[in-house]
């Protein structure tokens, strides 16, 4: 079965981190773009952050840029997303989406919630 499995998420006081992990089973991530994605109470889904399939290269939303820090592990099949100096904005469930060209496949994982509060 192909998916993505997210973890690492969970409560952690304003200024602290997380790093979430966006694993693939059944599939190589190797060809895929990653994103990584959020979904707060009440709110659409929103882009985070983003890294090719070749050189990787990175983009990042406003709100975290300096922030958060997204990198690969291609022995892993896995993606990260390092996530320092949160703030209670940066509550959401998070997940990741795993893209690519050809042949056209796509897939997103469940989500983890990340909670910022003291």
């Known amino acids: 079965q192909k998916q993505l499995v997210e973890s690492g998420g969970g409560l952690v006081q304003p200024g602290g981190s997380l790093r979430l992990s966006c694993a693939a089973s059944g599939f190589t991530l190797e060809h895929y773009a990653i994103g990584w994605f959020r979904q707060a109470p009440g709110k659409g889904r929103e882009g985070v952050s983003c890294?090719?399939?070749?050189?990787?290269?990175?983009n990042y939303a406003d709100s975290v840029k300096g922030r958060f820090t997204i990198s690969r592990d291609s022995a892993k099949n896995t993606v990260y997303l390092q996530m320092n100096s949160l703030k209670p904005e940066d509550t959401a469930v998070y997940y990741c989406y795993a893209d690519r060209v050809l042949p056209r496949r796509s897939y997103w994982g469940q989500g983890t919630q990340v909670t910022v509060s003291s």
């Open positions: 890294i090719n399939s070749i050189g990787g290269s990175t």
